[in-house]
């Protein structure tokens, strides 16, 4: 059975970096067939995927057009784990962040969410 | 402003069926990408009661069923029990956006 164990403080300053982790066990970040997903849930912009790092050979991310300047999804191979920074935020990032992994285009495991609140 | 359109709610007495759709366009649903649907209970992980448009994972109970017609999909759930009460969302992917993309939910209630 996977499970996904999110961390990461609550509670981050406008124009810092948000920054998550999400813990992997019974799967591998390394997987072939498997892809590491970053998403948020809002009231204003609802659930909105962020972006993905997988390997095929060698390590790939994509990211959302509407973060990709800001966004960051690296895989911890040591600790079977990967990670989301987010840099520069605004009170528009305060979200429910999920990881989540997906296979064969859909997520078939989530974490339990982090409420992320960007305030002074 | 979600990309997928679901009604906000929907609320059925229990033992009865609902329908929960989720319409697209011609660049996601209507291209052909399938429809998955997850079940949200608000504090806990989402999950995934329907995958590629009308399968089920392990554990999830006949009364969860998935279709897709046009740029259009639906979940059907039958025999409803309260247990069912949570939020529901449908995803797919987008070519034009390149990018996976979702509903902006449905809640329902168990009366």
């Known amino acids: 059975q996977v499970q996904l164990e999110q961390s990461g403080p609550g509670l981050v300053k406008p124009s810092q970096t948000l920054s998550l982790t999400c813990a992997i066990s019974?799967?591998?970040?390394?997987?072939?067939?498997?892809?590491w997903n970053w998403l948020r849930q809002s009231p204003s912009r609802g659930l909105e995927w962020l972006g993905r790092?997988?390997?095929?050979?060698?390590?790939?991310?994509e990211y959302a057009v509407s973060v990709k300047s800001r966004i960051t999804i690296n895989p911890d191979t040591s600790k079977n784990q990967f990670s989301l920074q987010l840099s520069s935020v605004t009170p528009e990032d305060t979200a429910v962040y999920f990881c989540?992994?997906?296979?064969?285009?859909?997520?078939?495991?989530w974490g339990q969410g982090t409420l992320v609140t960007v305030s002074p | 402003q979600s990309v997928l359109t679901q009604p906000p709610s929907v609320s059925g007495a229990p033992g009865q069926r609902v329908t929960i759709s989720c319409t697209g366009s011609?660049?996601?649903?209507?291209?052909?990408?399938?429809v998955h649907w997850y079940q949200h209970l608000p504090g806990t992980a989402p999950r995934v009661l329907i995958y590629?448009?009308?399968n089920r994972p392990s554990g999830v109970p006949d009364r969860f069923s998935g279709s897709k017609s046009g740029t259009s999909a639906s979940l059907a759930i039958t025999g409803l029990q309260a247990e069912d009460e949570a939020n529901y969302y449908c995803?797919?992917?987008?070519?034009?956006?390149?990018?996976?993309?979702f509903g902006g939910g449905t809640k329902l209630t168990v009366l």
């Open positions: 989540g992994r997906g296979r064969d285009g859909y997520l078939d495991y």
């Open positions: 019974g799967d591998s970040v390394s997987s072939n067939s498997a892809g």
């Open positions: 790092t997988y390997y095929r050979s060698r390590w790939r991310s």
């Open positions: 011609s660049s996601n649903i209507g291209a052909g990408y399938d």
């Open positions: 590629g448009n009308s």
């Open positions: 995803h797919s992917y987008d070519s034009s956006l390149n990018s996976w993309v």
